[in-house]
């Protein structure tokens, strides 16, 4: 069972489509990161939030962590095929012990 | 900078044999931590090492130990394989541990036991 559970798994979508996926978990972390993996390569930090309900803007990503520290979500507007990858979150407890979800596989059609 | 470089790449391994993966990471980073990926079950944390001393491990067998050298390169190992070890394997490196400053991944080892 995945302690991060990331919605939805696969997503398909449009260049220049809105879209967010989720990062949900019963346990409260004290940050989260959301990670970029592309095919052959290891995973890219994108971002690390640490206050409840902050919100990060990276370009067109708009990360935001839940208010209890146990959730959040990765808006991406107007995607792009170089948005395409696999997403990432991962959560960090009390030492550096990170967990990771399974991740959503996004992909942008030209 | 040199980015964390992962020896070997592809790997292919018979069943009940043990193999060493190889990481070294980002110059002056301390902390080195593994990661198993499986289309299944996603990165699974095996273990991170900090100045020569494993400071974390996650819920992984006996049979997956690690160990740190001086100049913070880092090797993991698998004895007895097992099918269901076949996974990608992925080391990150920081400088004091991944919850607090930036991790960078290396490419990955990718290991099939047939």
């Known amino acids: 069972t995945q302690l991060l559970e990331q919605s939805p798994q696969f997503l398909s979508i449009q260049e220049g489509e809105n879209l967010t996926v989720y990062c949900n978990s019963s346990?409260?972390?004290?940050?989260l990161q959301w990670y970029r993996q592309e095919p052959g390569e290891g995973p890219v930090l994108l971002v690390t939030v640490v206050t409840g309900g902050e919100v990060k803007k990276l370009k067109r990503l708009t990360f935001q962590f839940g208010d209890a520290r146990k959730d959040s979500s990765l808006h991406i507007t107007a995607a792009q095929p170089g948005d395409t990858g696999l997403y990432l979150c991962?959560?960090?407890?009390?030492?550096?012990?990170?967990?990771f979800g399974a991740g959503t596989r996004l992909t942008v059609k030209p | 900078k040199a980015g964390v470089t992962q020896t070997p790449r592809y790997l292919i391994k018979t069943r009940g044999q043990q193999v060493t993966l190889s990481c070294s990471p980002i110059?002056?980073?301390?902390?080195v931590s593994w990661y198993q990926q499986t289309p299944g079950q996603g990165l699974q944390f095996l273990f991170e090492y900090f100045s020569e001393t494993q400071r974390n491990k996650g819920n992984f067998p006996g049979r997956f130990s690690g160990r740190q050298f001086s100049n913070s390169r880092s090797e993991m190992n698998v004895s007895t394989l097992e099918l269901g070890d076949s996974a990608l394997y992925l080391c990150?490196?920081?400088?004091?541990?991944?919850?607090?400053?930036?991790?960078?991944f290396g490419q990955g080892t990718r290991l099939t036991v047939v």
């Open positions: 346990s409260v972390f004290s940050s």
């Open positions: 110059s002056g980073h301390r902390s």
């Open positions: 990150a490196s920081s400088l004091w541990g991944q919850k607090n400053t930036e991790a960078f």
């Open positions: 991962a959560g960090a407890y009390n030492n550096n012990d990170m967990r």
